[in-house]
């Protein structure tokens, strides 16, 4: 029986310090544009294509809705910096439980993946009201793994990974401190979200 990790984000505790200590030294920073706090939501749908490269040949292969909660500080015209939670729905999987050469079936699973994410967001205001962006930072993300048919007598060895994200987006401002945000994103290739959201300033 494989030992089940836990798809607790590792890098967190570290990462929580860091980026408190980032916010207060911009935040001091002398003044050369209007700084704020933001909070958005986003909506979307995500690609996920993940092979765990384990002795189980564990597959996350499938599409699946998303949610992303993010709050950031923008402390200048041209940059700011995000931390976002990323819930996605579950996604179909594969094991194939046989060695190598060996003729089976494969066992239907599937996975709920949960991801972390700290990113550096550069900026550059195309008119008054929109602007496009890049985002570039490190994730935590974690796919807890269950058997899709309640018959399979292993534990699934869930999976729990750092890597990098990386997207584009466009933000309208649509009234005061309020605007729409639509994105891309990518991390390192394996989960590609595409989504619309709103984000409020304070």
Known sequence: ????????????????????????????????????????????????????????????DGDGNSRVYEVGFKFSDYFAVEGAYHDLSEVDGAVRPCAEGVVCSDIPIRGKINVLSLAIVPQYAITSRISIFAKVGIVSWGADLEDALDDFDVAL???????????????????????????????????ETVSVGARIGF
């Open 1 to 60: 029986m494989m030992e089940s990790r836990s798809s607790t984000p590792r890098f967190l505790p570290a990462a929580v310090p860091g980026a408190l200590a980032l916010v207060l030294l911009l935040a001091a920073s002398p003044a050369t544009a209007e700084r704020e706090f933001y909070a958005g939501f986003h909506l979307g749908r995500s690609d996920v294509t993940v092979d765990a490269g384990d002795a189980f040949d564990q597959i996350l």
């Open 157 to 191: 060895d869930d999976l729990d990974e750092e890597d990098l994200v990386y997207g584009v987006g466009a933000e309208f401002q649509l009234l005061g401190r309020l605007s729409l945000v639509g994105r891309f994103e990518s991390i390192a290739g394996d989960i």
